[in-house]
């Protein structure tokens, strides 16, 4: 869910003035997991951008607090949002940890990096949110050693529904900063597609894993 209209308007335009997300209708890019997509987004780009990487800082702590009020810390989804999840932290005044996919196979084979205590409330902090499943594994694990996890804030989502029902089968609040519907709302509202590259962007969105070009 997004919190508020004009920030999601704003964060979707400066995403694609620094082609954190990029938009290739007429040569799709190839995703992992072997789709085919009109769209890309790698938010780590707005970590070399200090005015916007701010931006976005000041307005995840903002919505962390307006959302789940001030948790006991900040927990980032590795690696995406250890970046931005440090940045929310330390704006807030907040300890950081982050999350791994697994644990490590060495050393102490931690999978939560940082100190985290037993019933401490977490708020998660990810980047881009498209299935949902690493983020979730995430929150399993923070769950797993105790933590109280209250819900979690990105910068984007695609908003598929499988990541909308996977949300709703854990029981897990997931908030973004901005989303696709108000992506696509800016690009064409400010003629950064074309109508022709518009209605491809809408015609992927309803099947994304079935769609070809």
């Not at 040569?27 to 701010?54: E, M, Q, T």
């Not at 984007?156 to 089968?169: I, L, R």
């Not at 029981?171 to 696509?184: G, P, Q």
């Amino acid at each position: 869910m997004v919190l508020d209209k004009n920030t999601a308007k704003k964060t979707a335009e400066l995403l694609l003035q620094i082609n954190a997300i990029k938009l290739k209708p007429e040569n799709p890019f190839s995703w992992a997991s072997g789709w085919k997509s009109p769209i890309y987004c790698d938010n780590r780009i707005i970590l070399s951008y200090p005015v916007i990487r701010n931006f976005v800082r000041e307005e995840m702590a903002k919505q962390v607090e307006a959302l789940y009020g001030k948790p006991d810390i900040i927990a980032g989804v590795a690696t995406g949002a250890i970046g931005i999840g440090a940045l929310v932290a330390d704006f807030l005044g907040l300890p950081f940890i982050y999350v791994r996919p697994e644990p490590k196979s060495h050393g102490r084979k931690n999978q939560i990096e940082g100190q985290l205590e037993a019933n401490q409330t977490v708020v998660v902090i990810e980047d881009l949110i498209s299935t949902g499943k690493s983020s979730l594994n995430a929150v399993d694990a923070l769950t797993e050693s105790g933590a109280n996890v209250k819900g979690m804030l990105a910068i984007f989502t695609y908003g598929f529904d499988v990541a909308q029902s996977n949300f709703e089968e854990k029981n897990v609040s997931l908030n973004t900063l901005s989303d696709y519907d108000h992506l696509i709302e800016q690009a064409s509202d400010t003629h950064f597609i074309k109508e022709d590259q518009l209605n491809t962007l809408l015609e992927w969105r309803k099947n994304p894993s079935k769609w070809q070009q």
